[in-house]
């Protein structure tokens, strides 16, 4: 091999300019086999990495201090250990709260996994319409979490629609959102409604690189549908299935906007979650050193849940 | 030298320059400061910036009106701030901080508020008033006004808290405010039989039941034990044991089944109580006598007056304190705290227009002028029959967030009496 055939990956000794003896053409080889970022460039990245450590690490570290602290949010303050996590596990409307959080969560990675995988298998190839359809399904996305919770706060209201409709059927009207035993379901519901589309479109990007001669194949051979699915969409769009789920899971574990703007939390608890806690214990009851503690143990939740569902969902061929 | 070496000389230079320049504009920026105050000594400055809730948003919020009335009659301008509710303790807590807050602030009394005075004077972070405002201080309440025998906060006007009763509605509807409250059961019966409700409540935001507990504790609680806020800082009581805060969430409970809620009471907002009242669907709601009167003012031919929650037994009882004080912040200019003690003391002087234009009662009791809200309950306040609100002498926020979930979960059938009023005393001992 010479090195005018070398890659950026290629790491033989005249690649790297150290091979002895190559005389007049020793610099210009090396030169231009060089990689884009080589060795002794590393400090071009500290400014960078320095910013990051200084503003997000060290910043979050400072915070997470607090979490060991009873500071009211003026004044002095004083170190009492793990006391606020011991409050935690003490507390039951904590522990409801961990509950709850764990309930969307995992209601919420399901329901827009599952719903959203479905819609992108319906309208990947054959449907006509399919693209006007992707762009309906895939409109709640862009809307405010905010606004989007204040329309189906509406449409949950006990004089609303909702309630309407159930009127005409006969039915008895439903406190939505005022009831503990469906105004979780109801959050859930409408987190679900408004991101659905957008796992939808992850797997149709997903789809889109699935070969269809295979599938063809598989079908020449007499595999059904399901067959199909189960051991040649499924296992190609894996990637696919990686991000959807990690991303949906993150995004239920810090759940805020929807329950704030539709129960606030309640009723008297019912549907709160640990990020509303949070916001709650730290800016509205002055509680800052357990709003941290709560901070510290919801980001420690979605770490090992991340990484867990990392390792579940990784490609081991 | 080589050019080469002029180079990195003309490079270190401009590095140099940089952080030099920076430094010198800091300290024109720190000197400008520095005249300013000098400018400002020996005299009150001709302006100062005011900080105030302002929960409509409108340009009819009281604190506006007053700051315009003051800069009109005696030429020093205010620079107004209002902000919302919701996050106008944190914020002043924040630039309080910060070192960047206003001059003058409006706080609650007491320490049981996000907004509250008194953490804020512990800490260091307001001045102490005068004499004048501490002549304002409702007796057997300097704790909630400030510390060590130093007023921090000036109280305004007295605002009642109880019942505000739609009297056009209850004459459509043949029903007499109730004299206690086995009548005031009877009269939901009543009422739910004519497709109304004896009271309207925002169910869903919990500080309303947490409000309606507080309206009914008044007669339960404070009219036999006025020193029970002082029995539970000494740790001579608690609420689990209180039979008085018993029977007012059993109140709440027995209200509850008799029907005297609107429909869907667990899940209104706001938005239902201004509704019920204005159209005449529900009789009565649980708010401050202020906004009754904002209510009354905003909606023509709508007459609202304050009562007080029917006692069970016994004679009525109110609930009326200043909920809102003005605080000095010490970190301000001396000619700018000058200017701001100035305006609490054209306040005090003018505390008729003061409470007109609040919608409260006059901070010395009742007079000729009361406002005609407040006509059911004068004898109440002219007596002294009347206790400040209770979350007032409490010492967190916690406590009153604690009564309000409960009082939501007894709503919709979450928890009990006993379990509501023991997270009360854990909240209480934090």
């Not at chain 1, 690490?57 to 915070?63: R, W």
């Not at chain 1, 509406?154 to 909702?162: E, R, V």
């Not at chain 2, 209002?82 to 303790?89: K, N």
């Not at chain 2, 029903?175 to 059961?185: G, H, I, N, S, T």
Request: charged share 15%; hydrophobic share 45%; glycine share 10%.
């Amino acid at each position: 091999m010479t090195a005018t055939t070398g890659t950026p990956q290629d790491t033989s000794p005249v690649v790297r300019g150290a091979a002895a003896g190559a005389g007049g053409g020793r610099l210009f080889r090396s030169r231009r086999a060089r990689p884009l970022i080589s060795h002794g460039r590393w400090w071009w990245a500290l400014p960078a990495v320095l910013m990051v450590v200084l503003i997000h690490y060290l910043a979050t570290a400072g915070g997470a201090l607090y979490a060991f602290t009873d500071w009211s949010g003026v004044g002095d303050f004083n170190f009492i250990g793990l006391e606020n996590f011991r409050r935690i596990f003490a507390d039951p409307a904590m522990i409801g709260s961990l509950t709850n959080t764990l309930f969307l969560a995992f209601g919420f990675l399901i329901a827009t996994n599952v719903v959203g995988l479905v819609l992108a298998l319906a309208l990947n190839r054959t449907l006509k319409t399919r693209y006007l359809l992707r762009v309906l399904f895939f409109m709640p996305v862009v809307l405010s979490p905010l606004a989007v919770s204040y329309v189906w706060k509406f449409i949950f209201d006990f004089n609303g629609p909702l309630n309407g409709v159930l009127g005409w059927v006969g039915m008895e009207p439903q406190l939505w959102l005022a009831d503990a035993n469906l105004a979780l379901w109801a959050v859930l519901v409408v987190m679900a409604w408004q991101t659905t589309g957008m796992v939808m479109v992850i797997y149709l990007a997903g789809l889109a690189t699935v070969p269809t001669e295979i599938e063809e194949a598989a079908a020449l051979d007499g595999a059904g549908n399901w067959r199909r699915f189960r051991h040649i969409t499924l296992p190609s769009i894996r990637p696919s299935v990686a991000i959807a789920s990690t991303l949906m899971l993150l995004q239920g574990l810090r759940v805020f906007d929807q329950v704030m703007a539709l129960t606030g939390g309640g009723p008297a608890g019912a549907t709160e979650t640990l990020a509303t806690q949070v916001y709650k214990e730290t800016f509205a009851l002055s509680n800052f050193g357990f709003g941290a503690a709560l901070a510290l143990l919801l980001t420690l939740i979605m770490l090992v849940f991340a990484v867990l569902q990392q390792a579940a969902t990784k490609d081991r061929s | 030298m080589t050019q080469q070496g002029h180079g990195r000389l003309r490079r270190l230079g401009v590095l140099a320059a940089a952080p030099a320049l920076g430094a010198l504009t800091l300290a024109a920026c720190g000197g400008g400061d520095d005249n300013a105050s000098a400018s400002g000594s020996g005299g009150a400055a001709d302006s100062f910036t005011f900080a105030f809730e302002n929960a409509s948003g409108g340009a009819e919020n009281p604190w506006l009106i007053l700051a315009e009335e003051y800069s009109e009659e005696i030429g020093v301008e205010i620079e107004t701030n209002p902000l919302p509710p919701d996050s106008y303790g944190l914020t002043m807590r924040t630039q309080l901080q910060g070192g960047n807050a206003p001059t003058l602030m409006m706080f609650a009394p007491g320490s049981g508020q996000s907004s509250s005075v008194i953490p804020l004077a512990e800490a260091g972070y307001l001045e102490p008033l005068g004499e004048e405002a501490a002549s304002l201080v409702p007796e057997g309440s300097e704790s909630q006004f400030g510390i060590d025998g130093e007023i921090y906060a000036q109280p305004t006007s007295l605002i009642p808290v109880g019942v505000t009763w739609n009297v056009g509605a209850a004459e459509e509807a043949g029903v007499e405010y109730p004299e206690d409250f086995d009548a005031y059961l009877e009269a939901c019966q009543s009422l739910a039989d004519q497709g109304k409700s004896m009271a309207v409540i925002a169910g869903a935001v919990p500080p309303n039941p947490g409000l309606m507990a507080m309206a009914i504790s008044a007669t339960r609680v404070y009219a036999e034990t006025p020193d029970f806020n002082d029995q539970l800082a000494a740790g001579d009581a608690s609420f689990a044991e209180s039979e008085g805060w018993q029977d007012t969430l059993e109140t709440i409970v027995e209200m509850n089944e008799a029907g005297c809620f609107q429909p869907g009471a667990p899940g209104a907002g706001f938005d239902g109580i201004t509704q019920g009242i204005t159209q005449g669907t529900s009789l009565s709601a649980f708010l401050p006598g202020t906004a009754a009167n904002e209510l009354a003012n905003a909606t023509p031919g709508l007459e609202l007056d304050t009562r007080a929650f029917p006692p069970a037994d016994g004679d009525p009882y109110l609930l009326a304190s200043p909920n809102y004080v003005l605080s000095i912040n010490a970190d301000a200019e001396e000619a700018q705290k000058e200017a701001a003690l100035d305006f609490l003391n054209w306040m005090s002087e003018n505390a008729e227009r003061v409470t007109e234009v609040q919608g409260g009662v006059p901070i010395t009791g009742p007079g000729e002028n009361l406002n005609p809200t407040y006509e059911p309950v004068r004898d109440l306040l002219e007596s002294g029959d009347y206790a400040p609100l209770p979350n007032q002498g409490w010492p967190n926020p916690s406590v009153y967030g604690a009564l309000a979930t409960g009082a939501q979960g007894l709503l919709t059938g979450q928890g009990d009496v006993q379990s509501v009023l023991e997270a009360m005393d854990e909240a209480y001992s934090q």
